[in-house]
């Protein structure tokens, strides 16, 4: 049996019970070791080896470099314990139209110039006749192209090598394992063992204790529900059910993936390869998992795209699992004493490597409005609002992946190019489409960069530019794009190959 917790007597939060492992449960015990274990605060986790988890390939965004600083982890050490490799952005093939594909990446295109963003000179550039691909003037599209890879160089100022924005990919599984290791070196226990019941407050939306299969009790003040799909909490307890996406669309509907066993350490390019024929979805290869493919599936009466969900899983060529699910977010991803993480908090689609990063974003949410015992209403809610607004912001970037295209081969994507967008999205349409203007919400994922690279990459034309570009002549216009393309692809071949750095071996870089 476990002790009982002390009560903190001011009303403090005195002991943290992660109910469930894997990514999400491992990264929130390790965040809350670092920043509330200092203040004593106890955190337990509890899992079952009985119970699997989703352990794919992960591929990440540069937000993760963030929380990897807040651990204070060895680089080296993080991506040889995960199997990891680095990445420069993603590429979308086949999305806009067969045959056609361009790179979403990292980092920013170009410099401002007189005040005004990259992109309403690359305009003005294609107009006089500078046809080169957006792609050209991004050194981490550039870089990734030619299979480069680099960390950034900060003291060389006037090289876009400073300025190199990157992420990772690996295996989940050797990730929360190697989370597990260092939460547990900082005092964080682990308790085996599967939950059996749920002992709730008589009146109020909390939890007192989760008992297990084998009688023991865990108590705790704070409960986060990390427990992936089942929502063994947050739902099968507190019954706070899933808002499906936005009816028709795709952009969390998808079946299905698998994982092969890692017998190489695969550097193919985190790359959307969007499907032929058939149903709609795409297929992905993420380094080091190396088949990954999903399908959307569409309905036998609308044959508009559903809000369904299957996840095949194979271990070494052998074993199978199927998850079927439908995808979304929690109406209330947070109540009472009991807040959901991860995909026990909801799920949006691979397509832009958004998962962990929830996982991350929604713990540094929780640490800003972290509780005392009274669990305030208005700190609760303004958890929840700020969750649903990122699910939604995100979701909106994805949906503008099947909404512009040019692709009329099938069924699934004429329905998703004649659907209306929604109400984000098409503000954000209209003001590019008219003067090549993106304006990113306050507190939005997706930056400015990434939101040009998709309406370009689909085809999204702008009728116009930022009158300020006229200011510069055009031979001097034609020249700085030109000035620009040369840096970077200069920058790029000094760069190691991926896997001469991942092994070690890259030469010292002469850059002025």
Request: charged share 20%; hydrophobic share 40%.
């Amino acid at each position: 049996m476990i002790p009982h917790r002390t009560v903190n007597p001011n009303g403090r939060i005195a002991k943290i019970v992660v109910v469930g492992g894997g990514t999400a449960g491992w990264m929130t015990a390790a965040a809350f070791s670092k920043v509330l274990g200092p203040a004593g605060i106890r955190i337990e986790l509890v899992e079952s080896e009985q119970i699997g988890t989703v352990g794919v390939g992960e591929a990440t965004i540069p937000q993760l470099l963030h929380f990897n600083t807040l651990l204070e982890l060895d680089e080296n050490e993080f991506v040889r314990a995960t199997q990891g490799t680095y990445k420069l952005g993603i590429e979308f093939v086949d999305w806009r139209r067969l045959g056609h594909r361009y790179i979403h990446p990292f980092g920013s295109y170009g410099l401002p110039m007189l005040g005004v963003d990259f992109q309403h000179f690359w305009l003005k550039g294609q107009l006089l006749g500078a046809t080169a691909p957006l792609d050209d003037y991004s050194i981490a599209a550039v870089a990734a192209r030619q299979g480069r890879f680099l960390r950034p160089l900060p003291e060389k100022t006037r090289s876009p090598l400073s300025k190199i924005s990157y992420a990772f990919q690996f295996d989940a599984s050797l990730y929360a394992r190697y989370l597990r290791q260092w939460s547990e070196a900082r005092g964080v226990i682990r308790t085996e063992g599967r939950i059996s019941t749920v002992d709730l407050h008589p009146e109020r939306e909390l939890v007192k204790a989760i008992k297990l299969s084998d009688g023991r009790t865990v108590d705790g003040d704070l409960f986060i529900d990390a427990s992936g799909f089942r929502g063994l909490l947050i739902e099968q307890t507190l019954h706070s059910v899933m808002k499906i996406g936005r009816a028709g669309y795709p952009a969390i509907a998808l079946s299905p993936f698998r994982v092969l066993e890692l017998r190489t350490r695969s550097l193919t390019p985190d790359r959307r390869r969007a499907r032929q024929g058939g149903s709609g979805g795409f297929h992905s290869n993420i380094a080091p998992a190396t088949d990954m493919s999903i399908r959307a599936v569409t309905s036998p009466t609308t044959r508009q795209p559903q809000l369904y969900c299957a996840i095949s899983m194979e271990r070494h060529w052998l074993s199978r699992v199927v998850l079927r699910f439908t995808g979304g977010h929690r109406r209330r991803p947070w109540i009472g004493n009991v807040v959901s993480m991860g995909l026990a908090s909801g799920f949006l689609e691979p397509l832009e490597s958004t998962s962990i990063h929830l996982v991350q974003s929604a713990i540094a949410r929780l640490l800003t409005l972290f509780p005392s015992m009274s669990f305030e209403q208005a700190e609760i809610d303004e958890y929840n609002r700020q969750t649903i607004q990122e699910y939604e912001h995100i979701r909106d970037f994805l949906v503008l992946h099947y909404k512009a295209t040019e692709r009329t081969d099938t069924p699934f994507w004429n329905d998703c190019r004649n659907l209306p967008p929604p109400a984000g999205l098409a503000r954000k349409l209209g003001l590019f489409r008219s003067n090549g203007r993106i304006l990113r919400d306050r507190d939005e994922l997706f930056t400015e960069t990434s939101w040009l690279a998709v309406m370009v990459g689909q085809g999204i034309q702008a009728a116009g530019y930022h009158p300020v570009v006229d200011l510069l002549s055009d031979d001097e216009t034609l020249s700085r794009l030109a000035d620009v393309r040369a840096v970077n692809l200069r920058a790029a071949t000094l760069m190691p190959r991926h896997v001469d750095f991942l092994a070690g071996r890259q030469a010292p870089l002469a850059v002025s």
